[in-house]
């Protein structure tokens, strides 16, 4: 019944965000390459978050690993693009196997080991310095593009993994995959017995969460032109796509988009007038949203809604 | 030789890791509440004994009850105005919470005292010990032997006192421990109050022997993580012994590799752990 609308609803978006970086200026290019950004980390994170429940905060693990893969292979002479895909590779198959390693464990521990995890690669990368320029960072070729064009170039390379990932978040949730992934968030234990196969969906989710965090950190190292380690492993990178899709909506398949949105719009606002106090107000943004809200925006409006249609 | 004073450099460290990681081990065993917040209970603790070295002198030995008991205040108020209203709910609001509170006070602590590096540096050193070849610094055996005196003083409370098996009551069973007349709530923030109380203790003393700033608050967290897995959840001497095995390991670890490498090393074993021994190196449940 909603099948017309969910087919050209997202079209009409992307056909609007085309057309939009034709008119913007480069702050607005800049700012809305940072929200495609974050839309990237929110979808992907609600696969494993928000599907299927587990607190992962390896986010920035994947995006760091994405950012150092593409940086490293891009002065080494490989193309950008070919760079960009491998980053993707890279992740996916380091969250497969991480995923087998820490899956099994539940609750705080499978947070803690997947905080870790870029607490550990950050420490790799940071005394790794034959490879890695360690703690001086990586600088990356320069394009020779005019400074338009290559704001609008980053802006549409994000714009093709949001909607990489878009498309990906709307097929599993659609799919066995997402349903057996609710079941397990909401019983584990039950849905193993009803016969899902809980490790290889859990794995699943794992690597769908990092496969398109990687090629989006490997774009965002070619973006800013320099990356060090702890920029690209900053755990905020994990609490933000968290905060995002808590506050649009979790295991949804627009909360994370919307809730990314808010997020941007509230970081802008925040960023430009208090300088000094930037994550202290995050902080305080985190703490009212999971003591107020914690069942996101769009739970909320469409409760306040039905209430208003119900009641005579 | 040479590995024998290592081993005690080692043992001196781990006394005060024992100290941090008994009370971030309490709150988590007792609220199941991963309290990011507690490296910033440690840098506030340290700043105590900073301030008071500062304006009157005063040797952060004996700022050690203050800090502790304004860390217990600021714990008991924070845990029944905020955190108490996400006690029970799945860990990523708990931890997001924390989380969010870690930045907020962090970035308060930056703002009073600025992100720069201090130390206190005392007038009069106390001067080192030496034992055949082996120099003990006495402010680190000091800090040490306090240090585990406390977590001593907070293991022997949980385990004779009203109020500490009433705390071990809520830990193993909260609806029976209501039942029974123990006022759940109460004991929740008395708990977390006494996990801000054994950071601020150690804050204090850290005071003297490690560079003072916000920024290290995560350092302090990471430790009290790996130690919490290396010796089990939620119990006393589980954390004695992680805190001891980690001090030793970090300086044999600085010793063969550098001193970042030491920490990667840390990080390592703590995912080795948590994939091949999740309960820890006592491989029990810890109900003291």
Redesign the interface.
């Known amino acids: 019944m909603r099948r017309v609308e969910t087919i050209y609803g997202p079209l009409a978006v992307l056909a609007l965000l085309i057309g939009f970086a034709f008119i913007a200026d480069n702050y607005f290019l800049r700012l809305s390459t940072s929200l495609l950004m974050y839309v990237v980390l929110a979808l992907s994170w609600n696969f494993i978050g928000g599907l299927a429940g587990y607190p992962s905060f390896a986010t920035a693990a994947f995006f760091g690993l994405g950012a150092y893969c593409g940086a490293i292979l891009q002065k080494a002479g490989v193309p950008m693009f070919v760079a960009w895909a491998a980053a993707g590779l890279l992740s996916g198959v380091f969250a497969m196997a991480l995923g087998r390693a820490i899956l099994h464990l539940k609750g705080h521990y499978f947070a803690i080991a997947s905080l870790i995890v870029a607490e550990a690669l950050r420490e790799v990368v940071n005394t790794w310095t034959g490879l890695t320029g360690g703690g001086m960072g990586l600088n990356l070729p320069i394009l020779r593009l005019d400074v338009t064009v290559q704001a609008r170039f980053f802006f549409f390379s994000m714009l093709t993994i949001a909607a990489a990932s878009f498309v990906l978040s709307a097929f599993v949730i659609r799919s066995k995959l997402g349903f057996g992934l609710s079941c397990i968030r909401q019983n584990e234990d039950a849905a193993n017995i009803l016969g899902v196969d809980a490790t290889t969906y859990k794995i699943s989710a794992f690597t769908l969460s990092a496969v398109l965090v990687g090629p989006a950190g490997a774009i965002y190292a070619t973006w800013v032109n320099y990356i060090e380690p702890g920029d690209v492993f900053e755990i905020l990178h994990s609490v933000k796509p968290i905060v995002m899709v808590i506050l649009g909506g979790a295991g949804t398949l627009y909360g994370p988009i919307v809730g990314a949105f808010a997020f941007i719009v509230l970081e802008e606002v925040v960023w430009r007038n208090v300088l000094t106090f930037h994550s202290g107000l995050l902080g305080l943004l985190i703490v009212l949203l999971v003591l107020f809200m914690p069942q996101g925006l769009m739970r909320v409006t469409a409760r306040r809604l039905l209430r208003r249609k119900t009641r005579p | 030789m040479l590995y024998l004073q290592i081993l005690v450099n080692g043992l001196l460290l781990g006394g005060l890791y024992a100290c941090i990681a008994s009370g971030f081990s309490l709150v988590?065993g007792v609220l199941?509440v991963?309290n990011i917040l507690h490296g910033s209970f440690i840098v506030i603790g340290s700043y105590v004994g900073l301030l008071a070295h500062q304006q009157f002198g005063i040797n952060p030995f004996l700022t050690v009850p203050v800090a502790g008991l304004i860390l217990y205040g600021f714990g008991y108020a924070l845990q029944r105005g905020?955190i108490n209203?996400?006690v029970g709910?799945?860990?990523?609001?708990t931890?997001?919470?924390t989380?969010?509170?870690?930045?907020?006070?962090?970035?308060?602590l930056i703002?009073g005292f600025s992100a720069d590096y201090k130390k206190v540096t005392l007038e009069n050193p106390l001067g080192q010990i030496e034992l055949g070849a082996i120099f003990i610094a006495v402010d680190r055996l000091l800090a040490m032997v306090l240090a585990l005196v406390l977590t001593g003083i907070l293991y022997w409370m949980l385990r004779g006192s009203r109020l500490g098996r009433a705390i071990v009551a809520v830990r193993m069973d909260r609806e029976a421990a209501s039942l029974m007349g123990v006022k759940v709530n109460t004991i929740y923030a008395v708990t977390f109050g006494l996990g801000a109380l054994m950071a601020g203790a150690a804050g204090s003393m850290m005071s003297m022997i490690y560079p003072i700033s916000p920024l290290t608050s995560?350092a302090y967290l990471?430790k009290a993580?790996v130690i919490c897995?290396l010796g089990g959840l939620g119990s006393v001497p589980g954390a004695i012994i992680g805190g001891l095995v980690l001090g030793v390991i970090e300086s044999f670890g600085s010793l063969f590799f550098?001193a970042?490498?030491a920490?990667?090393f840390s990080?390592?074993l703590?995912?080795l752990l948590?994939?091949f021994r999740?309960t820890g190196l006592l491989g029990r449940r810890g109900y003291e």
Do not use: C
Request: glycine residues 4%.
């Open positions: 988590w199941n991963i905020v209203r996400a709910q799945p860990v990523l609001v931890l997001t919470l989380f969010g509170l870690e930045l907020l006070v962090n970035n308060t703002l995560t990471g993580f897995v550098s970042e490498l920490t990667t990080f390592v703590l995912i948590l994939i999740p």
